[in-house]
T-cell receptor, first 109, second 115 residues
């Protein structure tokens, strides 16, 4: 079966750096996405990786290793507003998105 | 505001009721999606429409019936639901259903409670 694994919850301190990991086993690979979802709100797109390496976008970066079935989302200079759930999703060989259950990130002052 | 709107935002219904969820996207996209989101579970893809044609039906029970009259509007008709159907129902759209970044834009969701 297809599976996306990410930690259920993480805690970090304001101003620090946090890395959220995602491992996947899917039938084929056509890209990996990270979304942010604040409580009670819609998920919003953060990043897309299809080739190995690091994609940087401001305070957020996303890394992909296809051979290891692994990605991480790196958040720098954490702010209180970064408290949210972070969803990892992989597009499989049928171009269908397979989603992880999300990582709830708690930021403490 | 993502350009995708959903109504109603909250819905409470009995198991014998019939109701409909509505989604509208103002982004000029060609693909629309229905997802179910339950607490601490991955998003479950229910239906996909690409250029108004249904391309995915992920073994969804027949008590959920989608309708896509045009590329901007998507409905989810509900009847004789079960309490376990209580969840957040999210609508999303993308330029098309295929490769490339083609990220999905989500609406705020309808919080459904089945009594």
């Amino acid at each position: 079966g297809q599976n996306i694994d990410q930690p259920t919850e993480m805690t970090a301190t304001e101003g620090a750096i946090v890395q959220i990991n995602c491992t996947y086993q899917t039938s084929g690979f056509n890209g990996l996405f990270w979304y942010q979802q604040h409580a009670g709100e819609a998920p919003t797109f953060l990043s897309y990786n299809v080739l190995d390496g690091l994609e940087e976008k401001g305070r957020f970066s996303s890394f992909l290793s296809r051979s290891k079935g692994y990605s991480y989302l790196l958040l720098k200079e954490l702010q209180m507003k970064d408290s949210a759930s972070y969803l990892c999703a992989v597009r499989d060989s049928n171009y269908q998105l397979i989603w992880g259950a999300g990582t709830k990130l708690i930021i403490k002052p | 505001e993502t350009g995708v709107t959903q109504t109603p935002r909250h819905l409470v219904m009995g198991m014998t009721n019939k109701k409909s969820l509505k989604c509208e996207q103002h982004l000029g996209h060609n693909a629309m999606y229905w997802y179910k989101q339950s607490a601490k579970k991955p998003l479950e893809l229910m239906f996909v429409y690409n250029f108004k044609e249904q391309t995915e039906n992920n073994s969804v029970p027949s008590r959920f019936s989608p309708e896509c009259p045009n590329s901007s509007h998507l409905f989810l008709h509900l009847h004789t639901l079960q309490p376990e159907d209580s969840a957040l129902y999210l609508c999303a759209s993308s330029q098309e259903d295929g490769g490339g970044p083609n990220e999905q834009f989500f609406g705020p969701g309808t919080r459904l409670t089945v009594l």
